[in-house]
């Protein structure tokens, strides 16, 4: 009876002591102005702001666990090796603390926190460079359960949520390569539970308000749950009304929804608040959004002025394949091929095995080296522009252009056509058309476009599951999981059929 009033007692005290070391004093205050300055890509004020609050209190781990952070979030937005390494580092000494302090009171809640959210960043970070997958599922396996543990002390300490949200709902989407990780992790994820947990953070949280809002914007993007992503969006927007990342964050959501020209308006009020700042991240971004979104728009001569303002302010470690096949090819829809030979020519080679994307668009640009582009292949692109800013009726009148001549064609061109008239339907929300016009894809047998049979399977499934028969669905689901030989995107097909089959 003494040792449970006594250890009530304690841990009413420590949670108490928890929640005015957070929610008070100056520490606090230079870190919830670093993290304001973060979210507005200023990094060097949010920097400052951090060592300050680090210098005058050494023994408060809040300083130190949000310098990391600046390196994080800089290595996971450039894949910059110099910054990851740098995080590295300084998390390996955050966690050393930290672990001291729990080795003389495992019930420091702090400590636990902390410890946890580092790994749980290392984790992701280490995930995100290609470096080391069973140490990454390591490490969030360690930040799982100190998260946990923080939560079960004291369920009102909510900044803990973040990463167990986080950590749910991705764990949820590990692929079928990777399924050995979860008998590491000892747990497949839980995308519900993740979701509440990102909204207790978002709602209630100390310092994670914002991060939480960010999550959740995505996340809810990615199921296309368009209104809800468009709240949160709204909420980070009024916060940090000039912030460019949040506006960022806005255009690629209303690309997303076919809003090319008020994607483009956000993408522009970026680089307007970025003046002052000059974050290449920004420059960076914001120029690729512009040049996918004038090429989207048919405006050839914007996107590949645009897309050479990105190249020029790339790392060596990031992806670049896929801005150069977009300016070479606008070059020559302008009528400009050896200029675009010159961008075909500089495709990178040297990067991970893993990265399907990099591969993909490196394909793309070996086929273009050798094949200029043709009078099908401009109005395939316009048709396929059309279609993906929402000008239906005008997709659909060049797609069925092309299917007029459709014996003509070799079976890397139909399966395109196909492709796209199939998702014109889907988004007139035709079903049976469109389930009708992915069919015609199953009986082909392209050559170089062979990931569009088994995204014909997918994208049958996906019309099953919008016309309400999930049986169906899943049989053409399998179908697509099923496809044993080598093709594009193949890696990423588990995680998109397990997105579609657990939407809200």
Known sequence: MFNRYTS??????????????????????????????????????????????????????????????IFFWKALLTRNKNDYETFLNLSDKLVERCENIIDKNENDLDARLYLGWTYTNRAFAIGFMGENYLKAASEIKDGNENLKFVLEKNPNYNDAALGLGVYNYL??????????????????????????????????????????????????????????????????????????????????????????????????????????????????????????????????????DYGKRFISYLTKDENMNNRLHSIGVSLELMGNRSEALEYYRKARTDFKEENEWEKYWLRKLR????????????????????????????????????????????DDVKVQINQGLGQVYYKQKDY??????????????????????????????????KAGNKTEAKKYFDMALDIDYDYDFKDSMDGKVKNELTKD
């Open 8 to 69: 009530t007692v304690l841990f009413f005290i420590f949670s108490m002591s928890v929640a005015m070391s957070q929610d008070y004093g100056n520490i606090h205050k230079l870190i919830a102005e670093g993290i304001d300055a973060e979210y507005n890509m200023d990094f060097p004020a949010a920097l400052a702001k951090f060592q300050e609050a680090k210098n005058l209190a050494p023994n408060d781990l809040r300083g130190p666990f949000f310098e990391q952070t």
């Open 171 to 304: 764990a949820s989407f590990i692929p079928r390569k990777l399924q050995w990780l979860t008998s590491i992790l000892g747990f497949e994820g839980d995308r519900t539970e993740g979701k509440r947990l990102l909204m207790q953070a978002s709602e209630k949280g100390t310092y994670t308000t914002s991060e939480a809002k960010f999550y959740l914007t995505l996340l809810s993007w990615r199921e296309e749950n368009y209104p809800i992503a468009e709240s949160y969006s709204q909420q980070l927007r009024e916060k940090y009304p000039q912030s460019p990342a949040v506006w960022m964050l806005h255009g690629g959501l209303l690309s997303q929804q076919d809003k090319m020209s008020e994607a483009i308006d956000a993408y522009e009020k970026s680089l307007e608040y970025n003046k002052g700042k000059d974050s290449e991240i920004i420059f960076r971004t914001a120029y690729g959004a512009l040049s996918t979104a004038y090429f989207r728009m048919n405006v050839y001569d914007k996107s590949a």
């Open 367 to 410: 086929y273009r080296e050798s094949n200029p582009v043709s009078k099908i292949d401009s109005v395939l692109i316009v048709a396929d522009n059309n279609r993906a800013v929402g000008k239906l009726s005008e997709a659909i009148n060049e797609y069925n252009g092309l299917l007029s001549n459709m014996q003509t064609y070799d």
């Open 432 to 465: 049976n058309k469109a389930i009708e016009q992915f069919k015609q894809n199953l009986s082909l047998n392209p050559q170089n476009e062979k990931w569009l049979i088994p995204e014909a399977y997918f994208q049958i499934g996906r019309c099953y599951m």
